[in-house]
């Protein structure tokens, strides 16, 4: 069995708070040991060893939701491109949505991405199943069938399950089998039409607005049906002070809630849409700075669980267009670390709880053994210089679309070697 | 101590809207549409000034005043005026606004007024071609040259703009001719009040400096200008109001609101009016009251101002 040595290395694990320089030892496909003296006294003959000078080794991150665009969208993004993204976005697991072509909400679908990310053979790509078929909020999928072949969650993707009584029974039927239910918590009615965050840009824009109160309300909603219900509820990429605010009372209730947001939320305001755009229109949209903050605060106290990526490529055809006709979505596999580490470098959270929320923590609600740095655990794992200074640029990453609206920010901490089951599965080029 | 009269200049290479602009360059443009207004009333109202230059009217969205009036501005300064309608180009075949923008510019126009019932379409346009874009009206955005008319009319009529009381009512949401406005008359110093029901207000449009009224006996009162805008309903998505009476009611213009305005307060109109639901028909036609039909007439003096300063820069190579 193939052995490789990883030491002197800062070992960063933040399920367990351990934060120590190291070795780590990779046996085959998993993490066989590691610990602050591991190899003291050497490594022993015969097995190789990579000197990471200091650079840190964390679990590979978990993206718990992220668009390919496969099937249906190829010219988008392709599972083997968007593998290649995460794999050096330091992403070793991802999630992907059924808002497919066809929509993920039979067995086939999941068979079909779990075959087209073997074939990709880089990062661990999952799926979630479409929560009602065809994502049309009305008839159940089959969730049982469904979980068996590998769904992790069920969600109507960026659609709203609006209707309360097929939530209601969407969660009690989902708790039968322990299975997590996903919303993108806004209101539909509230939202129709609107094309960013209501409020005084909006107006001066002569763009139509989605008030905030959209993703509240809803997230209180599917509360009280939680209450109702018993069931897992996992509310997707908040991006409201008073959603988090929600999530946070119901925390303290002891509902079994959970919620993520994404880097644009905390990294952006509807103020880099500035003159229409169209990289800047996501959904939900860019909120103002008080919600930003909120999110910011959200993530410190841990009321926000994980940070996703909400990866969602679009081609130039969907975005040079009239802001209103635009599509929504950005991409932001390669992106997710160094924009989560601002809020490190910010002061506003640390280290350690900072990738917890791109590493455990999204493990723990999938129910992934992933996202830790564990004897025996899959050798799931990032090498990260958490200093280097880098631009992003769109024309570098790998992502099929180009659609970031990072381009040419700096950014601080870059993932330059990724390893999946032991394997290294990106290095960073350094031409 | 006067200040030197100042040429009419702008900032951009475009006019795509008013927010940004200052007084110093509105100022002079109001002045060089002046002059056109005499040359508008002689019977040989053409010049060369644009001789051998190229104007051309993109409209995406319907309309007949405003493309008529830029029309005729662009005849009466000598240009070659070519109108394209979207339902006559190639659009409706797919063909992208970038694509129509590329194919336009290769074309070598010296302008380009451009409508479309997107907001932000005209600057993602302009972004592409090389030949100043004006901007024909953008979805509920802006629509620069209305609000120039606009303040032309109003200085006209009043010597002024500056410390007069402007109320602009009805439709303010889905009105880009009140948000060109807006910027314009704060630019100039007037002060504006926005009134209409709740459900037809931008959010946070106090933020744009305007006092916001839903009470058409309180917000006119005192006021000097009142402009009426038309209820949209093409660009309505569900219903604002509960019915057409119910808002002529409470909303629509007449003698017994304007009551309350000053006695020598002047009613506008962007046009097409709605007679009956947000203006009183008599009303509209009272010719001591209304200057409607002058907005017409002065938009056309406007309009050769605007390709004036605009359709004669030198295009870079």
Known sequence: MSRTAFVNARLLDPATGLDAPGALLVEGEAISDLGPGLFAGGVPDGIPVVDLGGQALLPGFVDMRVSIGEPGEEHKETILTASRAAAAGGVTAMVCLPDTDPVIDDVAGIEFIARRAREAKLVKVYAYAAATQSLQGRELSEMGLLAEAGALGFTDANRAISDALVMRRALSYASTFGLLVIQHPEEPSLAAGGQMNAGEIATRLGLAGIPREAEVMMIERDLRLVELTGARYHAAHVSTGAAVEAIRQAK?????????????????????????????KVSPPLRGEMDRRAIVEGLADGTIDAIASDHRPQDQDSKRVPFSSAAHGVIGLETLLPLTLELVHNGRVGLLPALAALTCRPAEILGLEAGRLRKGAPADLAVVDLDRLWRVDKAALRSKSKNSPFDGRPVTGRVTRTLVDGRTVFTLDEA | ME???RRAALPSRHLLAIQGLTAAEITPLLDLADGYVEQNRRPEKKSALLRGRTVINLFFENSTRTRTSFELAGKRLGADVINMSASASSVKKGETLIDTAMTLNAMQPDALVVRHPESGAVKL??????????????????????????????????????????????????SRVARSNIHLLNAMGARVRVIGPPTLMPTDIDRLGVDVHHDMRRGLRDCDIVMMLRLQTE?????????????????????????????DALIMHPGPMN?????????????????ILDQVELGVAVRMAVLDVLARHEVAP
């Open chain 1, 252 to 280: 303290r209730r002891g509902l079994r809630v959970t919620c993520d947001t994404a880097p644009h939320y905390f990294a952006l305001t509807e103020t880099d849409i500035g003159d229409y755009r169209t990289f800047a």
């Open chain 2, 3 to 5: 200040p030197a009269p």
């Open chain 2, 125 to 174: 346009l302009a972004d592409k071609v090389r030949c100043a874009v004006i901007n024909g009206g953008d979805g509920t955005h802006e629509h620069p040259t209305q609000a120039l008319l606009d303040a032309l009319t109003i200085r006209r009529r009043k010597g002024r703009i500056e410390g007069l009381q402007v109320a602009i009512c009805g439709d303010i949401l889905h």
């Open chain 2, 235 to 263: 660009r309505m998505q569900g219903q604002f109001v509960p019915s057409i009476r119910e808002y002529f009611h409470f909303f629509g213009l007449d003698y017994a609101k304007l009551a309350v305005a000053r006695p």
């Open chain 2, 275 to 291: 007679r009956g639901v947000e203006i009183d028909s008599e009303l509209a036609d009272d010719i001591d009251r209304s200057v």
